[in-house]
């Protein structure tokens, strides 16, 4: 049975584009992958609470950063400022040097690599599609990917590259395993970007995911929204947002030695009496 997508789209909806977001960048940008955050704040549309509050925070390109908060404490709000879905009132983000409130939202998007939490497949379309939708990657390429993403063999059986996706022919982990096959055969930019993607799958799944982050992105710069906070505990940086600030920013050794928010959030009662103490 073949599935046909259809997207359609009201005439009534006005352009998110702006008249002066015309600039393309380089088509190897972002080359390095350093971000700085200066002083933003930024708001949903049609709401008076800032959901960032004069946000200012460095970046270093190549760097692993993973993002954490309590519920609705403006992280997603953070990394979706990335991708301009959220508008800033003031302040700049700058990109390998770029202002990206000067460039074309569609190409700003093309370049930022991003797995979501809710892993997105095309169905009735091949796997090769769903992990290659430029149709420009060698097939090689691609199942290396999956080979690594242990894919490679459920994907033979089905037929190959060709075999076509159903909304049933992969569980969910499956299916974010193959989201992050995508992101690995991607060429654009150093940056890849992590929205608890790992909050609903399976911990064999997630340890995986874990170890590609760390092979595959070794040196791009990794920025982790995360659900399990043990995903990031060995990552470069962590940074802590509440109310839409930076509540505390370091190295995660020193933020738990510090016992601050980090330490607070890590050891949470609710999230378990019975954990071993972590060894760092």
């Known amino acids: 049975m073949a599935y046909v997508v259809t997207i359609t789209y009201p005439s009534t909806i006005e352009s998110e584009h702006l008249a002066d977001e015309t600039a393309?960048?380089?088509?190897?940008?972002?080359?390095?992958?350093?971000?700085?955050?200066?002083n933003v704040v930024a708001s949903y549309k049609n709401s008076s609470t800032r959901a960032l509050d004069h946000i200012s925070l460095s970046i270093k390109a190549g760097t692993k950063v993973g993002i954490c908060g309590r519920s609705g404490s403006g992280k997603s709000s953070l990394v979706s400022s990335l991708f301009r879905l959220i508008e800033l009132t003031s302040g700049t983000i700058n990109i390998d040097g770029l202002d990206i409130s000067l460039l074309a939202r569609n190409h700003l998007r093309a370049q930022l690599n991003c797995i979501p939490q809710e892993p997105?497949?095309?169905?009735?379309c091949s796997?090769?599609?769903?992990?290659?939708?430029?149709?420009?990657?060698?097939?090689?390429?691609?199942?290396?990917?999956l080979k690594k993403v242990q894919l490679w063999d459920p994907v033979r059986e089905l037929g190959g590259l060709d075999a076509t996706i159903t909304p049933?022919?992969?569980?969910?982990?499956?299916k974010q395993l193959l989201c992050f096959a995508r992101a690995m055969v991607r060429p654009e930019g150093k940056i890849l970007v992590l929205d608890e993607a790992t909050s609903s799958i399976d911990?064999?799944?997630?340890?995986?995911?874990?170890?590609?982050?760390?092979?595959e992105f070794a040196d791009h710069t990794v920025i982790a929204i995360a659900h399990r906070l043990e995903t990031i505990i060995d990552f470069d940086e962590i940074i802590v947002v509440d109310a839409g600030r930076v509540e505390e920013?370091?190295?995660p050794a020193v933020l738990l030695e510090r016992g601050g928010a980090f330490a607070e959030l890590y050891w949470d009662k609710?999230?378990?009496?019975?954990?071993?103490?972590?060894?760092?």
């Open 270 to 280: 609710d999230r378990g009496s019975d954990r071993a103490p972590l060894r760092l």
């Open 24 to 38: 393309v960048p380089p088509p190897d940008w972002p080359a390095r992958g350093a971000i700085e955050f200066s």
């Open 203 to 215: 911990t064999k799944t997630d340890d995986l995911i874990q170890s590609l982050i760390r092979s």
């Open 168 to 174: 049933d022919t992969f569980s969910p982990g499956q």
């Open 127 to 145: 796997v090769r599609l769903n992990v290659d939708p430029g149709m420009s990657i060698h097939d090689d390429i691609i199942i290396d990917a």
């Open 249 to 251: 920013q370091g190295p």
């Open 120 to 124: 997105f497949l095309l169905p009735g």
